[in-house]
T-cell receptor
Framework: RKEVEQDPGPFNVPEGATVAFNCTYSNSASQSFFWYRQDCRKEPKLLMS???SGNEDGRFTAQLNRASQYISLLIRDSKLSDSATYLCVVNRQGNTPLVFGKGTRLSVIA | DGGITQSPKYLFRKEGQNVTLSCEQN?????MYWYRQDPGQGLRLIYYSQIVNDFQKGDIAEGYSVSREKKESFPLTVTSAQKNPTAFYLC?????????????FGQGTRLTVV
């Protein structure tokens, strides 16, 4: 099983739609979780951290389910500018670098 | 402005040549990383360094080398031993390695073997 797995998509949704991405991780000792956004041919940028209690930032909501070892990202009222690849990121046990999923591609269509 | 600078943005290499990719940060971060990204793939860790004069291999270190002589700089050399070096190379830094630390990325270097 891969350390971090995501549905690659693409997800093609109309403007205004709600879309959700899931990501599973294999290391039960993982402690830190993030969603990064990567635009085409650009570097990844932090979208939001994921906390145990779940957290919201405007139209974006992130959830963590430790029992099932998955995290989710919900985007409400999708905008054309949300079109990008969304990377699920997890830390390994201890003081080690982040592990990135392959990403889920989202296309928001007018 | 604080940030991470990678250079060059595009690099062409002949087979059998070594090339060095530059990564400089002025964020005063202790940890620095090199990732490789292939089309349609995720980021794979090449090397990382948590402190000056120390670095560790990542998942795909073969054919690469690094140095960390200064806190601000973490150059990556792609050697002729790397069999398939054409890729997008991303350098990142964070305050520390591991728990709950956001990684900031440079704009990347696209390396093509010709």
């Amino acid at each position: 099983r891969k350390e971090v797995e995501q549905d690659p998509g693409p997800f093609n949704v109309p403007e205004g739609a709600t879309v959700a991405f899931n990501c599973t991780y294999s290391n039960s000792a993982s402690q830190s979780f993030f969603w990064y956004r990567q635009d085409c041919r650009k570097e990844p940028k932090l979208l939001m951290s994921v906390y145990s209690s779940g957290n919201e930032d405007g139209r974006f909501t992130a959830q963590l389910n430790r029992a099932s070892q998955y995290i989710s990202l919900l985007i409400r009222d999708s905008k054309l500018s949300d079109s990008a690849t969304y990377l699920c990121v997890v830390n390994r046990q201890g003081n080690t670098p982040l592990v990135f999923g392959k990403g889920t591609r989202l296309s928001v269509i007018a | 402005d604080g940030g991470i600078t990678q250079s060059p943005k595009y690099l062409f290499r002949k087979e059998g040549q070594n090339v060095t990719l530059s990564c400089e940060q002025n964020l005063n971060h202790d940890a620095m990383y090199w990732y490789r990204q292939d089309p349609g793939q995720g980021l794979r860790l090449i090397y990382y360094s948590q402190i000056v004069n120390d670095f560790q291999k990542g998942d795909i270190a073969e054919g690469y080398s690094v140095s960390r002589e200064k806190k601000e700089s973490f150059p990556l050399t792609v050697t002729s031993a790397q069999k398939n070096p054409t890729a997008f190379y991303l350098c990142a830094s964070s305050i520390g390695a591991g728990w709950n630390t956001e990684a900031f990325f440079g704009q990347g270097t696209r390396l093509t073997v010709v």
